[in-house]
C-alpha cells in the first residue's frame, strides 16, 4: 500500500498530539490540587510538536511558548435545584408539661423559662421566669375550713359543736370571719358565730353550739370584710341560693353528701372530714360519718355498727 506524505504527517501530529496529552497529565500530577498552578509548554515550528517544560522561559530559539492554568476560575452558581422530598414531622408537643422549661423573653426583654401553674381543671397560667434561678416560694397562706360539726345527739340535743381547722400554712386571723348557720327551709340565716383571734397552721377551733338538725341545713364560714365563702357544708339536702348579708351563696361543694350520710341521734357520732383537713371541693369526697368524736382534734374514722 502507497501511503502519501499527508497522512504520514497527519499520523506525526497525532502521535504529538498524544504526547503532549501524556506530558500534561503528568505536570498536572505533579501541580497536585494548586488551583492556582501554570502549565508550561514548547510548540515547535514545523508540525505543532509541544513538549511540557518545568518553567517558563525555557523554550529554544524557533520554539512558540505556550502556558495554560491547571484550572479556571469559578463560574457562576448555577440555578436552585428543585426541592426535596418532605422530611419527617417532629415529636412537638403532645402534653401541658413539655412547656415547663422551655425559653422564653421576660417582660424587658430578659431571657427566662416558662413555668406553669395549674390553677384548676380547665385553668392553665404560664409565666416567664427571668434568669436560671428558681421563682421564689409563695408566700405562706392560711386556708379555713369547717372540719367536725356534730349537729344531732343521743337523746336530748345540748352539747353540739362545729370544729374548724386552718388547713393552710400561715397564720388566720379570724377577725370578720363569722361561722353561719342556714336553715334549709328558706335559706336564710338564722345563727351566727363571730370568730376572733388567731388560728395558727394545723390549729382547730371548737365553737359549742347546736345546729339545727333539719333537712336540709347547712354552714357557712363567711370573711364578712371581703365579702367571701370561705368554706361551706350542706348536709341532708341541698341548699344552693342561702342569702347571707345580701349576697347569695351556694353551700354545696361538687357532689352533695348522700342522705345516707348524715349525724345520727341514735349513735354517738359526728361528720367529719376524712382524712383530717382534706378538701378537694367535693362534699361526697371529703366528708364521712364517725362514731368517734375528735372537738380539737384530728378527725378519726369509724364507721357506725
Known sequence: MKITRTRVLGAAVASCAAAAGAWAALAL??????????????????????????????????????????????????????????????????????????????????????????????????????????????????????????YDQVGTDGDGFVEIANVGD????????????????????????????????????????????????GLALVDTAAPALLDALSYEGEIADAVIDGATYSLVEGTALAASVADSNTVAGSLSRIPDGQDTDDASADWAFTTTLTPGAENVLTPAP
Open 170 to 217: 400561715g397564720a388566720a386571723d379570724l377577725t370578720g370571719v363569722a361561722l353561719v348557720f342556714v336553715d334549709g327551709a328558706d335559706s336564710t340565716e338564722y345563727a351566727r358565730e363571730e370568730l376572733t383571734g388567731t388560728l395558727e397552721p394545723g390549729g382547730y377551733l371548737v365553737a359549742a353550739t347546736d345546729a339545727q338538725n333539719g333537712a336540709p341545713d
Open 29 to 150: 500530577a505533579g501541580a497536585g490540587a494548586d488551583a492556582e498552578a501554570v502549565i508550561h509548554a514548547c510548540r515547535h515550528p514545523n508540525g505543532g510538536w509541544v513538549r511540557i517544560v518545568s518553567e517558563e522561559g525555557a523554550c529554544r530559539p524557533r520554539e512558540q511558548a505556550v502556558s495554560w492554568n491547571v484550572q479556571g476560575p469559578k463560574g457562576d452558581p448555577g440555578p436552585e435545584g428543585p426541592p426535596g422530598p418532605k422530611g419527617d414531622p417532629g415529636a412537638g408537643l403532645t402534653a401541658l408539661d413539655d412547656l415547663d422549661g422551655i425559653a422564653c423573653t421576660a417582660d424587658g426583654g430578659g431571657s427566662g423559662k416558662v413555668e406553669l401553674d395549674l390553677a384548676g381543671d380547665d385553668t392553665v397560667l404560664f409565666r416567664c421566669i427571668a434568669g436560671d434561678a428558681p421563682p421564689p416560694p409563695p408566700e405562706p397562706g392560711a386556708k379555713l375550713v369547717v372540719n367536725e360539726v356534730d
